[in-house]
């Protein structure tokens, strides 16, 4: 008698449930990227703002960058610049990459994390909820 009351119960909370609709949004909005070439050259226009939005440094970010275009790349100010010819897609393609391998949370999707290096392996700690996960494992 007990386990059909409790039955009762679990699925009134299930249709409870079913009802609610759940809405995922990103706590921040990434900008898409706004380059322009000069000769051969690549220029990241709006290349400072991510570090700052992402919370990275913009060594790590920038070797990031320069490492999955295959090509070399400098400062200039807040700009960065990149030898040979590459579209904004391409650039928005690795924005995506490094947010899912250095920046969110692999157990709880959250932005709120801190990039560390031990030795020659880098972590991810969350600051929402405690874990500590190795970067670039994703």
């Not at 995506?96 to 157990?107: A, D, G, L, M, P």
Request: aromatic share 12%; charged share 30%.
């Amino acid at each position: 008698m007990k386990d059909d009351s409790y039955k009762e119960l679990l699925t009134r909370i299930e249709d409870q449930l079913s009802k609610v609709e759940v809405k995922k949004t990103d706590r921040i909005e990434i900008p898409k990227a706004e380059t322009f070439w000069i000769g051969q050259k690549t220029f990241f226009r709006n290349f400072s703002i991510y570090p700052k939005l992402l919370r990275r440094t913009t060594e790590h970010f920038m070797m990031f960058l320069s490492k999955e275009l295959a090509t070399s790349a400098s400062l200039d100010g807040d700009r960065a610049i990149f030898i040979g010819r590459k579209t904004p897609d391409s650039f928005d393609f690795i924005l995506k990459r490094y947010i899912r391998q250095y920046v969110v949370c692999t157990v709880c999707d959250s932005y709120d994390t801190s990039l560390d290096k031990v030795k020659r392996l880098y972590f991810i700690n969350c600051e929402a909820c405690g874990a500590k996960t190795t970067a670039g494992s994703r």
